[in-house]
């Protein structure tokens, strides 16, 4: 009585942990990607409102 559990299983245990493990760091690029953008949101906004000042005052708007 070696092993309760097939070889088959066992694989399928594995892929199972690896198919976790990849989308747990999907996860993580995407927060961080996220967090990065909106990190950089009040310097765009700024941007924005800048070139509306500059289009205002050539007349363009």
Excluded: F, H, Q, Y
Excluded at 54 to 61: A, H, K, N
């Amino acid at each position: 009585m070696r092993a309760k559990l097939d070889a088959d299983t066992l694989l399928e245990i594995i892929l199972v942990l690896v198919v976790v493990w990849l989308v747990l760091a999907v996860l993580e690029a995407t927060v961080d990607l996220l967090g990065s953008v909106l990190s950089l949101l009040p310097n765009l906004i700024g941007l924005v409102i800048a070139g509306l000042i500059v289009l205002w005052l050539l007349d363009r708007i």
